[in-house]
């Protein structure tokens, strides 16, 4: 849900300039359905080409090939409409040679509206759409149409008009969808609601700054007149004033560097002493100087060849090696564990090496046998749960509970020998012999009341009721 929100205000504010834009070049609305559909594509192709490990090659092939289609879509939408897309008439006649420059630059800036609609898809698929993001987000958008309404207050007072009547209407999407995606993820999760720590006087600071901003430039506009009136009569003022004390400035200009005009010598210029006239030399027999000339010229010029070549080898080879390379593979998340796999599912590199370990596994086991450990329940009296519905297990079920109560209150580990009759223990719990009763105790198995289940602990602790 957050992320169609992220993309309604991409779209949103996106829509608005190219809508201007298009209707001031081309006197007609941009191809919003197209736009929303390429930025919707891009942020399809990116999150399926993202953490699979493909080519970085193949990666950016298929971005080119969805960067194509959706400006192939657009331009079709703005240009023909009226012809179908899959023949290519269309793209003769819109890039016919007879066209002016200006059709040029429009298709140029169409074009270039397209790469922004897939671009602005490509980045919202890459980054994660948490509540600091989305405020970011927010913000730009926000600048966005400001920007966008100053332009066209900026173009209505100099007496121009653009026939855009849409344009400004998407700030209300914009604004709906960003609001609601902020609140969605605000409340997601249980982070704290509260201002952070530092930050609440630079919220106030700018708080304040942006409403004295907005009161100085609200007031400008309101005395804008008057402004203009004060300006001409203190112009007329200076005038008068400068014309008054002209003559007395330029006086005092005369009599301050008059005495220090400059004066030729007599003699010419002096030489350096001394100093012998190379260029004089070389003038008058210097072929040797000629040639010297030449050859540091053609020095430079493979000097710097060199180096461009080095350049573009380096550039090359390290491009190579980018596009040659895999993308990483995104780590898999948590996965659902199946309803009858009454094994659960451990990590082989991960060995149980204290009785803590071990307890958290018959945990993990006595939940998938249908006997999760109830809310108040010690260790000692789950243990003797166990032990009253699975008999023939209860020499192990204890080994592991007398264990866990031996580290978790008395502070004492086992030692190499204990640890190995606890994974004893631990392979008896969970021979498949076994499996027939479990499975009849997990069928059987009801909450008592007054009694809710615990999940398994990520991390359990002597801190945790046991």
Not at 153 to 180: E, T
Not at 207 to 228: E, G, I, K, M
């Amino acid at each position: 849900m957050i992320v169609l929100l992220a993309i309604c205000m991409e779209v949103s504010w996106l829509s608005a300039w190219a809508t201007l834009g298009t209707a001031a070049m081309l006197g007609r609305p941009f191809a919003l359905v197209e736009a929303a559909i390429a930025l919707v594509g891009a942020v399809l192709v990116t999150r399926l080409s993202s953490g699979r490990g493909w080519l970085v090659l193949g990666v950016l092939a298929l971005q080119a090939a969805g960067l194509l289609g959706a400006t192939a879509l657009i331009l079709h939408a703005l240009y023909s409409p009226a012809q179908p897309l899959m023949v290519t008439d269309w793209l003769r006649d819109l890039f016919r040679a007879d066209q002016p420059p200006q059709q040029w630059a429009i298709l140029v800036v169409n074009v270039v509206w397209a790469l922004g609609f897939w671009l602005s898809g490509v980045l919202l698929a890459r980054r994660g759409q948490t509540y600091e993001r989305l405020c970011a987000r927010f913000d730009v958008g926000l600048a966005a149409f400001f920007a966008l309404f100053l332009v066209r207050l900026v173009v209505a007072a100099n007496g121009g008009a653009v026939d855009d009547p849409i344009s400004h209407f998407f700030m209300f999407p914009f604004v709906v969808a960003s609001l609601v995606a902020i609140g969605l993820a605000r409340t997601a999760g249980d982070r704290r609601t509260a201002f952070l720590s530092g930050h609440r006087g630079v919220g106030i600071f700018l708080t304040f700054a942006a409403a004295a901003l907005l009161f100085a430039a609200t007031l400008t506009l309101v005395a804008l007149p008057y402004l203009r009136a004060a300006s001409q009569v203190g112009l007329t003022g200076l005038k008068a004033a400068g014309h008054a004390v002209s003559p007395l400035f330029i006086w005092i200009l005369r009599h301050l560097f008059a005495p220090q005009t400059l004066r030729t010598d007599a003699g010419g210029a002096r030489s350096g002493g001394g100093t012998p006239d190379v260029r004089g030399m070389i003038g008058r027999d210097g072929w040797w100087g000629e040639l010297l000339e030449k050859l540091l010229g053609w020095a430079l010029v493979g000097a710097v060849a060199l180096a461009a070549a080095a350049v573009i080898g380096v550039a090359l080879f390290y491009l190579c090696r980018y596009l040659l390379s895999r993308t990483g593979r995104s780590r898999p998340g948590p996965r659902r564990r199946g309803l009858f796999r009454l094994r659960p599912r451990t990590s082989r590199h991960a060995a149980a090496r204290t009785a803590t370990d071990f307890y958290v596994r018959l945990l993990a086991w006595a939940r998938r046998s249908g006997l999760p450990r109830a809310a108040a329940e010690t260790a000692s009296e789950l243990g003797t749960r166990l032990q009253g519905r699975f008999p023939p297990l209860a020499a192990a079920i204890a080994a592991i509970v007398r264990a866990y109560n031996e580290e978790a209150y008395r502070e004492v580990r086992p030692g190499p020998a204990g640890v190995a009759e606890l994974g004893a223990a631990w392979r008896e719990l969970r021979r498949v012999a076994h499996w027939p009763a479990r499975l009849h105790a997990w069928w059987t198995a009801s909450a008592e009341p007054g009694q809710s289940p615990l999940p398994i602990p990520a991390n359990h602790s002597r801190s945790q009721p046991t």
